[in-house]
């Protein structure tokens, strides 16, 4: 009697001991995260130098052309193409779904999304100027992204930038992004493990191009009222410039990104973090992590090392594609409305 009772108890020992792990992974199964722990983005296939030789081989003269009118009358409006393009790419590739008129999301489109607070409407309307003279030449036969991507690096030229490589090739998305993946674009309170770790999480970033493309903030505003709190916090003369700019006047007002040459694309930006006169929180930051210091110092010691750096890195945001992969269509009426369901590409 005693005997069955003991290999009773061990029998149940062991079923319990194989239960276990099933117990503690149970919680996993039933609270499913709601981001989807997949990389939302690879690198665009199909993208090409050449792809408009056929459909419109004068487009990047054409594009070009609007962009250099446009900044000739208002030259920030480049701070805000560079802004939209990175809203557009980090959180589901490029695909202009940032420019869609949003219906379908708690908060409308994606513009209406926190994170993309302050995207410059002169910049948006741009380019849907772009797309109308485009479109009027070639017919609907290039992308409003496309056009994003390549009005961007005509924006960054014309602020004093060189030139990269642009191919071309992307499909308009006709969804938005997911609000988990807007959410993905870093806030300017985080700290620099995280801005690190959000830029991994598009699994071709690293440290180089955090710190590379962050010289985008070489030109450009922030509005006072969208990083109050992601102010320098320290007391120091600087952070208290900042603050004194900021609390005069009412939220529209604005704070330069680079404080030194706030409409020229150049490595000054790294000077100024060195001299601790970063504007926002996660610029400073990057001077004071050894994984970013020393890019920070070899970006302002070799202006044509950060050239290069960016001029890669913002090739490689270009290339970015969403989950679904490079699939949609060339938007015909307007950048902010999908398609009519018939002439669906
Ligand atoms: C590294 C993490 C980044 C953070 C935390 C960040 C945060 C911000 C914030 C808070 C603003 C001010 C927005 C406003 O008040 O209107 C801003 C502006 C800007 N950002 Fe970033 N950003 C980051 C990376 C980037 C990247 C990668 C680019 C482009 C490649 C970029 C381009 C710009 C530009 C050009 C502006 C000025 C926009 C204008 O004047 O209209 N930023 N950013």
Redesign the pocket.
Known sequence: MARRRTAMLVALGLVALLLLPAAFSAPSLIYMPTDVPVNPVSFARGLTLDYYDELCPDVRDLVRAVVLDALGEDM?IA??L??I??HDCFPQGCDASILLNGTGTPFGGEQQMPPN??L?PK?LQLIEEIRAKVHAVCGPTVSCADITSLATHDAVVASGGKPYYVPLGRMDSRRAAAWSYVYDL???T?DISD?IATFRSRRYFDATD?VA??G??S?????CS??TG?FRKEDSDFAEKLRRNCTNGGDDRMQY?DVNTPHVLDNVYYHNLKEGKGV?A?DQLLNGDDRTKWLVDGFADDEWWFWNQFGTS?RK?GMLEGYFGNVGEVRHVSCSQRNPPASTA
Request: hydrophobic residues 55%; glycine residues 12%; aromatic residues 12%.
């Open positions: 920030s701070a805000g560079l802004r393009f990175f607070r302050g410059q910049a870093p806030h300017f985080a801005v955090v493309l962050s985008a903030h030109i450009g505003k922030a509005h969208t990083f992601g990104l926002l996660t913002m945001m």
